[in-house]
């Protein structure tokens, strides 16, 4: 008997044995930065020469469904999803040992969805499905401050950050690393999918005042930070 074995990613398949069905409940995700190569994992177990098989990676919601399609040993792209042209490969040396696993370069954010691992063997089928999820873009970049003189006690401070998926938050920070109260920020969303976000603090102008703008995506522990220094009619990074 044939059985799967999936590495870190976050997954729901079903086992497919004369009609009967078993569900396993979804445990990881696979995070990624847009830009970035990611491997799929699929594996065999035990492990079985695989490169003489047929295999297929697709994705369900799309038309052609067909992400990567190995047949007989060699790849058959005919009928691949233009989406994925020059984006997916399967290696030769693994397929020898059960190694089914499907490398997606330069991740986009339309990458992201349900893949399923598909693979018929002489007297059993076994289908999978293999999600995973975009973490942020990979193209992040630093918060920019600018500053709005009020009068000669106090000034206005904006951040702004772009090039974040999933949306990210944005905090204002003091010298200890405190909370600061601001405004609700701005989030915008183009095009190409990324959130550009925009924040507006009131602060003091004090000798050695300093503050901090932070965005983040705390569930993908990806942030980014600039200080500000505000003193009497100057404010400096």
């Not at 003489?52 to 990567?68: A, C, M, T």
């Not at 289908?127 to 206005?156: D, E, H, Q, W, Y």
């Not at 950050?161 to 183009?190: F, H, I, Q, V």
Request: net charge neutral; aromatic share 8%; charged share 20%.
């Amino acid at each position: 008997m044939v059985r799967w074995r999936i590495l870190k990613t976050n997954i729901n398949f079903v086992l497919c044995f004369s009609g009967q069905s078993e569900t396993v409940t979804p445990s990881q995700t696979i995070i990624t930065l847009v830009g970035e190569d990611v491997i799929l994992p699929c594996h065999l177990e035990p492990p079985s020469d695989a490169v003489s098989e047929i295999l297929e990676w697709g994705r369900p919601d799309l038309d052609p469904r067909f992400v990567h399609v190995w047949y007989e040993g060699q790849n058959h792209l005919v009928n691949q999803n233009p989406s994925y042209k020059g984006r997916t490969s399967l290696s030769t040396e693994k397929l020898k040992q059960g190694d089914l696993s499907l490398k997606l370069s330069r991740v986009k954010h339309s990458d992201n969805g349900r893949y399923r691992c598909f693979f018929p063997s002489e007297n059993t089928v076994l289908c999978k499905n293999t999600f995973f999820s975009l973490a942020s873009s990979g193209s992040l970049s630093l918060p920019t401050i600018s500053g709005i003189n009020i009068n000669t006690s106090r000034v206005v401070l904006q951040c702004e950050s772009a090039g974040w998926y999933p949306e990210p938050e944005l905090l204002w920070l003091d010298g200890e690393g405190n909370l600061l109260s601001a405004g609700p920020a701005e989030t915008l969303r183009g095009p190409d999918d990324l959130y550009t976000v925009s924040s507006r603090v009131t602060v003091e102008k004090r000798h050695r005042n300093s503050f901090t703008c932070r965005v983040q995506q705390r569930d993908m522990k990806q942030s980014r930070e600039t200080h500000i220094h505000v003193s009497g009619k100057l404010y400096f990074f």
